[in-house]
């Protein structure tokens, strides 16, 4: 299984990004996520999603971040909107157990940072 995450950068508080993870090695049904760690912090799973689109998200981000897949394409997006500070960190695709199960493959991340 290999995961590889683009679109990470710099942006100002409120601004947005868009996260991309392209998947391969794996078919047909799977769940998988994006799992955050900022500065000196455990990982956070942000949001989940399966294979049928039903999503999974963390309360610090609902209704700002939103989870999809193309499952042509076999990849992961992660839509960022109204960022804060907070939301600085790695941001890591991994695969998960089941939707709200444990991650067991993981990418190498891509370095997310909300700053004026």
């Known amino acids: 299984v290999q995961l590889v995450e683009s679109g990470g950068g710099l942006v100002q508080p409120g601004g947005s990004l868009r996260l991309s993870c392209a998947v391969s090695?794996?078919?047909?049904?799977?769940?998988i996520s994006w799992v955050r760690q900022a500065p000196g912090e455990e990982r956070e799973l942000v949001a989940g999603?399966?294979?049928?689109?039903?999503?999974r998200y963390a309360a610090s981000v609902k209704g700002r971040f939103t989870i999809s897949r193309d499952n042509a394409k076999n990849t992961l997006y992660l839509q960022m909107d109204a960022l804060k500070p907070e939301d600085t960190g790695v941001y890591y695709c991994?695969?998960?157990?089941?939707?709200?199960?444990?991650?067991?493959?993981w990418g190498q991340g891509t370095q997310v940072t909300i700053s004026s």
């Open positions: 991994a695969t998960l157990t089941a939707l709200f199960g444990s991650p067991w493959a």
């Open positions: 090695g794996l078919t047909f049904s799977y769940y």
């Open positions: 999603i399966a294979k049928s689109g039903m999503t």
